[in-house]
């Protein structure tokens, strides 16, 4: 058989265009590896492979298409993984286990040490004190075995571009981020994507293989262009901690008549557990046109600015806090404030 193969790749996984050309002699077999270089997450099939065979003089051939599903499941990339050395230092520091010997301000004990001026003297533990010669001092360290829940909207929001890639990605990227600094912390972490059905949920795995679990379970998930339904996504997360410490909800509030089903649902969730909503927002520089294009530019871009800080008070008011920042800035800014909250003690 001489002639050439074309894999029926979908584009978006990078497959070469040109046909590789095969010379097979009778009564033998060849393999063929097509590189594939993909360009997007998510599930890429191939349903069937098309073969061209050429006649002796190549003046005609035939062709046929047979069947051979061929598929490739792309990772998430987890670009934000460059900010976690930085922030797993930190940790070790609010931990103790540096030489700096930072103390955290958590409610769990570690130990005893003489006390120095400057101290709080509300950490004085009088009992040690009488039994030595010296006043001693109770030390804290952050809380462990904490339940961290992040909560992905996967609604029609989600499928918004901001930069290179669409909301839902930027959100995985934090979500990643602050799960594996979670993981390191001795918290455990929990994650539902949600719009109105379960899209994906990882649950009660830890350590190793945290990580491998979220990806695999975010690769196939796709925004959906359905509103959410906020009352079933809250009822997801009560059935998966009976009182998590830290909620995260990562979605795109930024117009408040859209953002009313969320407002209205989210004061129930935020007193039982500290909330944090994060979203996403995409950086647009106003540009000074004189024209009538330009002016009404910027007029939605201030109007559009002035909707989400409403919606980021009302987060405010409902007894959350409001994260927003671009899809490269937001994961480093939620795994800050995460730090700061084990620093404060408050999860």
Do not use: C
Not at 17 to 46: F, Q
Not at 111 to 134: F, H, M, N, Q
Not at 143 to 168: Q, Y
Not at 179 to 199: E, K, P
């Amino acid at each position: 058989v001489r002639g050439r193969v074309r894999d029926a790749w979908q584009p978006t996984a990078g497959a070469r265009a040109a046909r590789p050309e095969i010379d097979i002699p009778a009564g033998e077999s060849r393999s063929l590896s097509i590189p594939l270089h993909p360009r997007r997450r998510g599930e890429l099939a191939s349903e069937f492979v098309v073969v061209r065979s050429d006649g002796p003089l190549r003046l005609a051939g035939r062709q046929a298409r047979l069947a051979h599903r061929g598929a490739v499941r792309v990772l998430p990339p987890f670009t934000a993984r460059r900010h976690l050395p930085s922030r797993l230092a930190r940790l070790r520091e609010l931990d103790g286990s540096t030489s700096v010997q930072m103390r955290g301000e958590g409610t769990e004990f570690d130990s005893l040490r003489e006390y120095v001026r400057g101290d709080d003297v509300r950490s004085i533990d009088w009992r040690a004190t009488a039994r030595s010669s010296t006043t001693m001092l109770r030390t804290w360290r952050p809380e462990r075995d904490r339940h961290v829940v992040i909560l992905i909207d996967t609604g029609r929001t989600a499928a918004a571009r901001v930069g290179d890639g669409v909301r839902l990605d930027a959100a995985m990227e934090a979500a990643l981020l602050l799960a594996a600094l979670a993981n390191r912390a001795g918290d455990h972490t929990h994650l539902v994507m949600f719009d109105r059905v379960v899209r994906a949920r990882v649950s009660r795995v830890d350590g190793p293989a945290l990580l491998p679990a979220l990806v695999d379970a975010m690769a196939s998930v796709e925004p959906q262009l359905i509103d959410t339904d906020w009352d079933a996504a809250f009822a997801q997360l009560r059935s998966l901690t009976s009182r998590p410490s830290l909620v995260v909800v990562l979605t795109a509030q930024d117009a408040a008549e859209a953002a009313r089903g969320f407002l209205g649902s989210l004061p129930a969730l935020a007193r039982r557990s500290r909330v944090l909503v994060g979203s996403v927002t995409d950086a647009i520089e106003i540009e000074s046109r004189p024209d009538a294009a330009g002016v009404y530019r910027a007029a939605s871009i201030e109007r559009s600015a002035r909707d989400a800080a409403l919606v980021a008070a009302a987060i405010g008011r409902a007894g959350a806090e409001a994260i927003a920042d671009s899809p490269e800035g937001l994961p480093p800014r939620i795994a800050d404030r995460y730090l700061a909250l084990k620093a404060a003690g408050r999860l």
